[in-house]
């Protein structure tokens, strides 16, 4: 069963791309919510520290990518705000 | 180190509040991405099932959550596209 949490791993990292994406290239983040991205990142941050501390790769690494596309929408939502 | 995963789950799961209720009251959804809400309301669906198969308590919770908020915001994005 381990392959479905692989998958659901996978799809919640991978979903934030087309996001980041899409904000990178119209600039439009008036929908975007400023608190949603706050504690998103504040809490994906407090994943990849708890995957380093119980040294689960999976999640250390699926949570590293996923604060980096995270941070990246909150930094263009407060400068395009 | 469970208090850390506690915080961590809890919120990227209430994260999605804000932005639901942002998208409810203002209707705008231009620049979110759908296929990023695609993906992720798919990814957590399988995260609930995982959660349910593996009859872990928090993380079923915690996406059952999370997948009500996030289907929410993809239902939006459907209607005022």
Chains 1, 2 share one sequence.
Do not use: R
């Not at 980041?20 to 400023?34: F, M, N, R, V, Y």
Request: hydrophobic share 50%; aromatic share 14%; net charge positive.
């Amino acid at each position: 069963m381990e392959i479905f949490g692989t998958i659901a791993a996978t799809l919640t990292t991978v979903s934030f791309l087309p996001q980041t994406l899409k904000t990178i290239k119209d600039k439009d983040t008036s929908g975007i919510s400023l608190g949603m991205y706050s504690i998103f990142t504040t809490g994906v941050f407090c994943w990849t520290v708890y995957g380093f501390i119980i040294s689960d790769m999976p999640i250390l690494i699926a949570n590293i990518v996923t604060f980096i596309l995270a941070f990246t929408i909150l930094m263009l939502k407060l400068k395009y705000k």
